[in-house]
């Protein structure tokens, strides 16, 4: 299904977000390795998390949905899949799973996925579990067979920093007593660090010259709660850009995690000259939460450097178009990451601008973008099969001369759905 957007105006209002993607597979993983019930609320409704929420099923886990939306877990042993667990679209879902799995002796499972996660590198995170003694059958691409067996510990070094590999490790040393610890010299999403602590695992991270080092602790038995979790930096990141750059634009995302590692994005337009307000600051399940609203102004160039990636990993789409509409010449720097997400998204942005437009040059692992505050748009975007170049996109055609088309746009469910409807009700003509 073909989609399109086109300037109409202001985008104004309150912008639905749904729960985030990480702190919602995250909740389901580990709540289903607790004893006793855990129930979520805010859980992204997402293909993703569903593709997650279907492979603890299948290892006999019981998971209900009630009327309010929340989902109550009934964690404890897993048993093993009938067949191949398929992550679909989500390499969070494969690598924590398959994290979770090594770490299971006795226990035995198949993880594949769609065509895009088949081609994802998948050593990063089987390398350092083979070193805790763990066993696969395949090589660094799904599917892949995991053997769960009994590990032993590791001192990992994060690099490159990648929340994911931090997370399979961390959640694999739960079935463990023997010494894990995950160094950063560079510090990733720490999602899993918090909610471990608030299912009462004992974890440590310690602040020292050398990075982050987290460690588990003695006590590594997970126990059921309440978790509630946040609205979508990520995919919040789509409305508000447009505020950013469309004149006239004022929105606001209510509930927003406002985690640190996961603000690299608003931290930047604000550095551009974006007007941003947060508000109603809070502290739920250990995770920063706030209301934000962003207001249209001009917008100038950026330069962001390696160390800021992890940051706004994911925002890089999102980011790419704030500097086609900002003046003068941006650099964004080690984005060699973006080669192996969803799409080879640093080609996908590139083709996308040029094809829009914007003289945009990638330079090694850099980005450079020379921005103006009129863009042509008036393009046909191939996006890959990729959620957010789909999104980043259609939100460049609400602010450029003419409409911007994409090839595709059912695997905006990935990790938004309701994006469409979202926009319209901001006043976008997004159709
Ligand atoms: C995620 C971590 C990031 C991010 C992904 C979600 C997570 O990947 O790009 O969308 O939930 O841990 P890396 O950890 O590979 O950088």
Redesign the pocket.
Known sequence: MKLAAEADGAVRGEAAVPGD??CS??ALILGAMADGATRITGLLESEDVLATARAIASFGIAIDRDGDRAWTLRGGPWGSPPGPVDCGNS??AA??LIGAIAGMEGRRATVTGDSSLRSRPMG?VTLPLERMGARFIGSDRLPLTVEGARLGGIAHRNE????????AILIAGLGTSAPVSVIEPVA??D??EIMLGELGCDIMVDEGKAGRTITLGRSRKLQGCELAIGADP?SAAFPLLAAAIVPGSDVLVRGMLVNPLRTGFYEVLEEMGADIELTNERIVGGEILADVRIRHQALRACQVGAARI?AM??EIPALAVACAFADGESLIEGLA?LRV?ESDRLGAIIAGLTACGVVAAVDGDSLRIFGRASVRGNASILTRGDHRIAMAFLVLGLAAQGPVEVDEAEMIGTSFPGFVDTMQRLGANIG
């Open positions: 993607k990480s597979h995250r390499g969070t690598r924590l990063r490159p920093p990648s929340a994911q590999v931090k997370s990733s999403r999602h899993s990520s992890p990993v994911d990451e997400k």
